[in-house]
């Protein structure tokens, strides 16, 4: 649901997006609990031990995949993975790359760090203002914002620019510890590829938009039914499981 109707490209970051969502979910639950704050700092804290486990994965993977911390998962496609066309060494095995510097992955867990506590800020505001609240937070966080800038339509009156591409993404001008705003060329940067996968449609695609509205109601839908159903399991099953109680349910019955 979240990859194909989100139009969400099999990339990390989509993965994080997904996984912070679920994660926020549960914390609103674990809030409620007579020791809820160690809880929810504990799965915060796996969560990420998790997300360096395979930023470092990605930025540096072995020639051997080792176990990750928690799970393999599908929905993102490692671009650095080792492949058969790759150097190897005089006994036949791959050559791994060097290693990753602990600069990068610091920076990127800052990143990942700002986006978590925003996402979570966005919906605990939706959880309490109402459904319009929380659709703008999944049309911020989930669908990249797109059409922030408008909606771009072909020209039917100029065939000559049919075949030029364009691009736009939504650019967070809120900043933080890593990204300083004020330094920011807002159309350049709106222009860049950020290798997200995630940006405006083209003119061509601009249909695409009409989905929105369905698409943010269904996902609304879902956010407050899950709550709802956690909500209505017992402080033990929270806490001591099944854990089969936890999972969660499909977007679209």
Request: net charge neutral; glycine share 6%; proline share 7%.
């Amino acid at each position: 649901m979240f990859k194909v109707g989100c139009r969400l490209p099999p990339t990390f970051q989509s993965w994080f997006t997904v996984t912070n969502l679920h994660i926020w979910m549960l914390t609103v639950r674990l809030r409620s609990l007579p020791e809820g704050r160690h809880y929810t700092q504990a799965l915060i804290d796996h969560f990420f031990l998790d997300i360096e486990d395979r930023i470092r994965a990605v930025l540096q993977p072995k020639s051997t995949p080792s176990k990750p911390y928690t799970f393999d998962s599908p929905f993102y496609i490692n671009p650095n993975a080792p492949q058969s066309t790759d150097s190897k060494d005089s006994k036949g095995r791959l050559t791994p790359l060097s290693r990753a510097p602990d600069r990068l992955v610091t920076r990127q867990m800052k990143i990942f760090k700002e986006q978590w506590a925003g996402m979570g800020l966005a919906f605990d505001l939706g959880l309490v203002k109402g459904d319009m609240e929380m659709a703008a937070a999944v049309w911020r966080n989930l669908l990249g914002a797109r059409g922030a800038q408008g909606i771009a339509f072909p020209d039917p009156n100029s065939p000559s620019d049919s075949n030029k591409k364009t691009f736009r993404r939504s650019v967070n001008l809120v900043g933080g510890e890593v990204v300083n705003v004020a330094k920011i060329d807002l159309a350049k940067e709106e222009a860049r590829d950020d290798g997200s996968g995630v940006h405006d449609f083209a003119p061509e695609e601009a249909d695409l938009y009409l989905e929105y509205p369905q698409l943010m109601l269904d996902i609304v839908g879902y956010v407050r039914r899950e709550i709802a159903r956690l909500e209505n399991l017992s402080d033990e099953e929270i806490m001591r499981g099944p854990l089969e109680r936890l999972k969660f349910g499909r977007v679209r019955s």
